[in-house]
């Protein structure tokens, strides 16, 4: 069949539709388990945030670090990120750099060599 | 004009061609609210102690659209693995929820949410004259508990002509109970359940104001930064619900027909963009309302 051998010459490890379309069903079991634990997480930022860490930094890092988890939930398993094409990677990273940098000159923005 | 590779991998990239697309759109607007989110982090961490506010969100509505938003992700997968597994119908109805869920979530915001914080009215009263109003700002007592001073008088204003009418002298507010009540230790932090404003009156003088204004974009850095991303995140979810609207229209059932795999591949790539609005959600609901 043409479009076995395309996507076989395209990556080596690459799986047929037809094999992809009889994994879908295993994967639905998946999804729900991931959207219950994601509203589990919500109840869960929901409740630290009336917890007192100290300080509203340390509140602050709590709930970030409870969003990124849940974030990253959603875009490995949701998003099929957590098994994709190496372009799609390649791409993320460079987006990533750049975002980075983005917040990086909100940082700038305080650093003074002259009256420190 | 025939697009090609939609169904099959383009042999350079590995990959049907929307999914590259979708992805740089992706990356592009990772950039967008990047650059919304770094201004959000720069104003919050430079304003005055005090001046940044907590608890002015409906925090169960919040969460209640939080659920509905993750919900709808899920759903839109499922559609998704419906197609794939060719159930036409059982993907039907995983799009409608779908798209009710995105429905509802819109709703809330701007029947329910925005209107809320448009009738509500904060006064910043000028830093000498934070002890004449101390009896609505409790200062003594958050200070000795090491708490970030009050600045603000918020509730419910009573005479809506002193926003635009030089002569009225005073503004008539209806308190919240943070200022009704504001050396109770209860008030300290902010409330789960929202609290209406009170019975009790207060009356500023305006030449005491620093600020004031209905809870509008330009009330402050807070509602300008709050209204500015969940007014461009309501915008994609409104997006995504019309482009899955016409997915679930007759019209896509003549795709399924003819190519099955194309229709799901669009789903795929709408849900993609569904899943990066929910992921921005994951970050916006505790930074504007939790925190």
């Known amino acids: 069949m043409d479009e076995h051998d395309e996507m076989i010459a395209a990556d080596g490890h690459a799986v047929p539709d037809e094999h992809a379309a009889h994994n879908v069903a295993k994967h639905v079991r998946k999804y729900l388990l991931v959207g219950l634990t994601l509203i589990t997480f919500t109840a869960i930022t929901v409740f630290l945030s009336y917890v007192n860490f100290g300080t509203m930094k340390a509140n602050v890092a709590v709930a970030m670090l409870v969003a990124t988890f849940k974030a990253g939930l959603v875009a490995a398993i949701f998003m099929h990120l957590s098994n994709e ?32 | ?63 209640m659209n939080t659920a509905i938003l993750i919900a709808s992700s899920v759903t839109v997968v499922l559609a998704w693995a419906a197609l794939k597994m060719r159930r036409y119908n059982a993907y039907w109805w995983y799009m409608l929820v779908t798209i009710l869920c995105g429905v509802i979530f819109l709703v809330v915001k701007l029947a329910y949410e925005w209107p809320q914080k448009f009738e509500h009215f904060g006064a910043f009263i000028k830093k000498d004259k934070l002890e004449k109003y101390e009896k609505y700002l409790g200062n003594h007592h958050l200070a000795e508990r090491g708490l970030p001073p009050r600045m603000e008088i918020s509730g419910h204003l009573h005479n809506h002509e002193a926003l635009h009418d030089a002569n009225v002298k005073e503004y008539e507010i209806a308190l919240d109970p943070v200022n009704a009540d504001p050396t109770n ?54 997006g995504g619900v019309l482009v899955f609207i016409y997915m679930w229209l007759p019209v896509s059932k003549k795709l399924y027909k003819r190519n099955p795999e194309h229709l799901a591949n669009r789903v ?5 963009f569904w899943h990066f609005v929910d992921l921005v959600w994951i970050f916006v609901f505790p930074l504007f309302y939790l925190l």
């Open chain 2, 185 to 238: 230790p209860a008030m300290d932090r902010p409330h789960f359940l929202y609290v209406p404003a009170t019975d009790k009156i207060a009356t500023i003088e305006k030449e005491d104001v620093e600020y004031a204004n209905m809870f509008l974009p330009k009330h402050s850095a807070y509602f300008a930064s709050y209204f500015t991303i969940t007014g461009l995140h309501g915008a994609h979810v409104l």
């Open chain 1, 85 to 116: 094409k190496q372009l799609i990677y390649r791409i993320l990273i460079f987006t990533a750099f750049f975002v980075l940098g983005l917040f990086f000159l909100t940082y700038l923005a305080w650093y003074d060599p002259v009256t420190r």
């Open chain 2, 1 to 63: 004009m025939e697009i090609p590779y939609t169904v099959t991998a383009r042999p350079d990239t590995g990959l049907w061609n929307a999914k590259v697309g979708i992805w740089l759109f992706l990356a592009s607007e990772v950039m967008l609210f990047g650059g919304l989110f770094s201004a959000y982090v720069f104003l919050r961490l430079d304003a005055d102690p005090g001046a940044w506010p907590h608890g002015l969100l409906n925090v169960p509505v919040g969460t």
């Open chain 2, 268 to 272: 795929e790539v709408a849900g993609l």
